[in-house]
DNA sequence: TAACTCAACATTTTT
DNA sequence: TGTTGAGTTA
């Protein structure tokens, strides 16, 4: 996430590189495909032997066991590369799963690299989320929904179980919505819906009401026409599941299907790709015939962009497929050449396209389990499809001996593993070991590291090559801290993100609402925000109201500012929101997206808000809706935004600067850097005390995965820490070394010699620390000080949308938000008032809370005129009244 | 309704 | 320790 505001991303995805096309026809483009009839194409010189493997092996499931640094994205992008030049599919037939957005861009753009053109026929390519949405927008009324469904975040999703729980009469201090939205979460993850959840779990809330509660909280989401994250995959599982014709047209869709990261599958997500790939025959892979029928018309704009002709495949292929892939190749669509034009698709038919499964991924890293991961799915694979293919991509193009050696030691502790142990081909004497050093503290630790930074920028490194990798984010503040006092610029990666700040979701909400009147949530984040005199007592009846007659709040909004229900002065104020919002859904038509967000806030008195805000962080929260306006530019329209929002939660990193990279050792999978600081190796910390609570040995040993991801993050440099004495929670606890740091080897590594003695520290004060007694961590596992005993460091706190650079200490305001302003939708449910009146007649004697007695004059389909005893003639919803 | 006090709590995080 | 959220007070 980024840093100073000036390089605040741009969101979407970019688009990929368009290079010149080659005429079809032309002169160049003959002598290419001569070329390319001659030789392998370019694409695959370079490959080792295994990567060569798995991106010609085709036909059937493969498993690719990559570990890190072994060229897996490479592997992937290629295999792609290989299928849409050789013809096999359309860009549109291929279904490529990852888990963010940043690999799925990614790959896009390597694709786009690798083939020569821009990939815009590869629609199925994005996260699970992401290609979830797809499938639902195109199929939302089977799941009862409509298609311009909201998505809501956890924030969003919070509040609302929030409201059900005190709809409930329930305590919501006994009972944290928090904590139920985790559970559901959890549930989710294992594609449980509210009757499958095992009875336990629900009894284990609310009074046993568990159960009740989630069924309460989909049927909410239904009735907002909503989705949370995990209904993203549940959704389009039920659909598939409750119509197979669907699913049908899915299976002759998709002819190959990648999936990146599958060792962090869950369950539900590993459900979901079943049923994409498993076909309803019930053969085995090997057995089905793959004859590619010719694919569905109009699904991706493909360009001419080679004129390799995709019908004659490049003989290597040959040797590697059997008759049936080959005769399967004769009447291969050529999607690079054909100008393809759209049209509706046409029945793949009786002939059933194969789908071929190759799943990536490496059980050594699999660090999610917490987020419900199954490490199994990958660790099942040739079980689930019989016949597999599994290759292992062992040789590590990113490491030293030194680096390999530590980081394959240490894991080989684990049990329940596939294998795989990393090797390079290039050794070199001057390689560094790994080294381990001791210091007295963590003050000391981050002075240290500081220290040999700098020493690492005066042999000309460039910071940007350097990580400092935590386990847990509090350890973050003293590098910081030590950074902004030495002037060495660095950036924090992960964090808080640029659209969960508040003002950001508050004018989020207002977009929301003007596209989606249904959004209840941004209708009661909004109403009163600026200001507006609607406090509780007006939302509360207007959500009663809304509740009783089933309609969105702006909506009953709409119905009640027609009566006298509410106070005169709470009445003009709803009208005006009511006529804003109906306004703007006008102009929403016509007036160009950027301009209508700017209307918006301007009219509503939000921006005036801010600005007559005199708190410091004013400013800033101001320069952040500028630059929200300022990113929608790159969407088409309002909708196309909101969307990638949802979605895209996180935002592009300032690369630019020369900076340390400081990081959790989960956010870091995937990166690189040639010098990697692994600080806080102690018991209770790293492994983290919870982590051995609640996950006992899995537990251990996913802890220990992470040690695996951090050090093979690192490519020359890898320089591991512990301190004696740790400060958690302003206390200070004496540590114990870490157990791992025993379970590294120790002719990879080097033992620091009190290489730091800074001002009376250091000085040799954590002892022997340990390292080199006999048996120095026997005892090491219970720390006791550990449990419950971690420093909590906010994600509000750290500011990490502006760079606090040492130099030129920019410190931009973005939101340091002091205390969020404190949200009251959270109340507003309470009490159902309403019991449901039946139809009134003229001259009824009926009561209402406010007005008291009185008879029933006129009637208006739902509102009612009566002359009421004491408060005279007033217009009232007939919700609100009751026969007496 | 803003400003205050007090108590609870404190891995990892994508979408 | 330091933050958050809730409840109390002016």
Known sequence: MSKGFDDIPFFDEEPAPRKPAPAANGIAARAMAARDNAKRPDYLSGLNPEQTEAVETLEGPVLVLAGAGTGKTRVLTTRIAHILSTGRAFPSQILAVTFTNKAAREMKERIGVLVGHAVEGMPWLGTFHSIGVKLLRRHAELVGLRSDFTILDTDDVVRLIKQLIQAEGLDDKRWPAKQFAGMIDTWKNKGLDPSQIPEGDARAFANGKGRELYAAYQNRLLTLNACDFGDLLLHPIRMFRANPDVLREYHDKFRYILVDEYQDTNTAQYMWLRLLAQRPQGKSWSQRNPSPTPPHKGEGQVRAADSRSPSQSSEEQASNLDDRNAAARQDSPSPLWGGVGEGKSQGAGDRKP????????????????????????????????????????????????????????????????????????????DDEKVHVHAAWDSEEEARAIGEEIEQLQRQKHNL????????????????????????????????????????????MAYFRLVCQPADDLAFERIVNTPKRGLGDTTVR??????????????????????????????????????????????????????????????????????????????????????????????????????????LVMDAEQNEDMDAVSIMTLHSAKGLEFDTVFLPGWEEGLFPHQRALDEGGRAGLEEERRLAYVGITRAKRRCHIWFVSNRRIHGLWQSTMPSRFLDELPIDHVEVAEQDVSYGGYGRGGYGQSGFDKADPFENSYQTPGWKRAQQHRSEATRDNWGTRSGHAVERIGYGESGPRTRMIEGELVAKSTTSEPSRFNIGDRVFHLKFGNGNIAAIEGNKLTINFDRAGQKRVLEGFVERV
């Open 354 to 429: 194969t789908v071929n499964i190759c799943c990536v991924g490496d059980d050594d890293q699999s660090i999610y389990g917490w987020r419900g991961a199954e490490v199994d799915n990958i660790l099942r694979f040739e079980k689930d499809f019989p016949g597999a293919k599994v290759i292992k991509l062992e040789r590590n193009y990113r490491s030293t001996e030194h680096i390999l050696g530590a980081a394959a030691h240490l894991i080989a502790h684990n049990e329940g593993r596939l294998g795989k142990t990393l090797f390079t081909e290039r050794t070199n004497p």
């Open 541 to 646: 009846t207007l959500h009663d109201y809304a509740r009783a007659r089933d309609i969105p709040m702006l909506a009953a909004a709409t119905e009640i500012i027609e009566t006298d229900e509410l106070k005169p002065k709470a009445r003009k104020a709803l009208f005006d929101v009511v006529t804003d919002f109906r306004r703007w859904q006008t102009l929403l038509e016509t007036t160009p997206h950027t301009e209508l967000a700017e209307q918006i806030l301007d009219e509503s008195g939000y921006t005036a808000m801010w600005q007559a805000d005199k708190s410091a962080e004013a400013p800033g929260r101001l320069e952040n809706l500028k630059e929200l306006i300022r990113s929608m530019e790159a969407f088409e329209s309002m909708r196309g935004f909101l969307e990638h929002v949802a």
């Open 464 to 507: 940007n090559d350097i990580a400092i990798l935590v386990r847990a984010s509090f350890q973050m503040r003293e590098f910081e801290d030590r950074f902004v006092t030495l002037g060495l610029n660095y950036r924090v990666i992960g964090g808080p993100r640029f659209y969960e700040r508040l003002e950001i979701r508050d004018a």
